[in-house]
């Protein structure tokens, strides 16, 4: 199996895994950034470091608009950080509890 060392972490990761950031949406990129300045286009990272990053972004996002981040919001959060899909039916059921 082959694998690869993140520039992130400096961990190996199976090259399945990979993620180049030239492949990055510009806002998680540049928000990777402000924790590893050192982090450049021909960078790579593991999907799950990716998936963190993202999973953070999103939070400190909602936390401007909102100012505090609602039951569904939170559920939301949790889903990426698992890399889960959250259904139709849980959404309603979040809705519902409001």
Avoid at 32 to 37: G, Q, S
Wanted: proline residues 3%.
């Amino acid at each position: 199996m082959k694998i690869f060392k993140s520039n992130i972490s400096n961990k190996e990761y199976p090259e399945s895994e990979i993620i180049l950031a030239k492949n990055i949406r510009p806002s998680i990129f540049e928000y990777i950034k402000i924790e590893h300045p050192d982090f450049i286009k021909q960078s790579k990272i593991a999907i799950f470091e990716l998936n963190r990053y993202r999973q953070k972004y999103l939070e400190n996002y909602l936390l401007n608009e909102a100012g505090e981040l609602s039951k569904l919001e939170l559920d939301v959060l949790a889903s990426i950080e698992k890399q889960e899909l959250i259904t139709a039916n849980s959404l309603s059921k979040n809705e519902e509890a409001k």
